[in-house]
């Protein structure tokens, strides 16, 4: 179990100031997926909106990182699915990239849009091109995620698997006419 210590000179859990690293600690937390912390953090007051110079949020952090419990917190407590960094990145870019479809799924049944974020495969950048985060699922080879954005959760939001099922061979008929 990990202790964590706040000495108010140093650190401020309202995310009021950066660390060194520019990050809060509600980021860091969310980054090694230490769900008890963000829990405190998020009780004591931290703002799970603050952004970092890039704006990254803390939502981004633990997404980029497929720490689910830390992203469905986030999410409880206001964190905003649809906020970017300066490269257009959101919360669903990063787990649609990482191949994290739990954290995908959630995010789309909370709001998250699909958008063009930028994009490079050139290792200095010279030329970024911009994917949305389906398109990014599907260059990185991440099949379950790829039939996440597929079966369009967003259209079909908080439905359980066994309605979806149902719902699929309903439909299936009629496409085979198609």
């Known amino acids: 179990m990990y202790v964590v210590h706040f000495e108010r000179e140093k650190y401020n859990p309202r995310n009021d100031v950066m660390t060194?690293?520019?990050?809060?600690?509600?980021?860091?937390?969310?980054?090694?997926?230490?769900?008890?912390?963000?829990?405190?953090?998020?009780?004591?007051?931290?703002?799970?909106?603050?952004?970092?110079?890039?704006?990254?949020?803390?939502?981004?952090?633990?997404?980029?990182?497929?720490?689910?419990?830390?992203?469905?917190?986030?999410?409880?407590?206001?964190?905003?699915?649809?906020?970017?960094?300066?490269?257009?990145?959101?919360?669903?870019?990063?787990?649609?990239?990482?191949?994290?479809?739990?954290?995908v799924i959630e995010l789309l049944k909370n709001g998250a849009r699909d958008s063009l974020a930028i994009y490079s495969t050139d290792l200095d950048q010279r030329n970024p091109k911009s994917k949305t985060a389906q398109e990014m699922a599907i260059d990185a080879g991440h099949e379950e995620v790829v039939n996440v954005f597929n079966i369009q959760l967003t259209k079909i939001p908080k439905v359980r698997a066994s309605s979806l099922i149902q719902f699929l061979k309903v439909l299936t008929p009629f496409c085979a006419v198609l």
Not at 42 to 48: E, K, S
Not at 64 to 83: D, F, R, S
Not at 96 to 101: Q, S, V, Y
Request: hydrophobic content about 45%; charged content about 15%.
């Open 20 to 103: 060194a690293k520019d990050t809060t600690p509600l980021m860091t937390a969310c980054y090694y997926g230490h769900l008890r912390t963000v829990e405190l953090l998020i009780a004591g007051g931290a703002d799970v909106n603050c952004s970092t110079d890039n704006t990254n949020t803390a939502l981004i952090v633990a997404a980029a990182k497929g720490q689910t419990g830390c992203a469905l917190k986030l999410i409880e407590a206001g964190a905003q699915v649809n906020k970017c960094n300066i490269f257009g990145w959101k919360p669903l870019h990063f787990a649609a990239h990482g191949g994290f479809a739990d954290i």
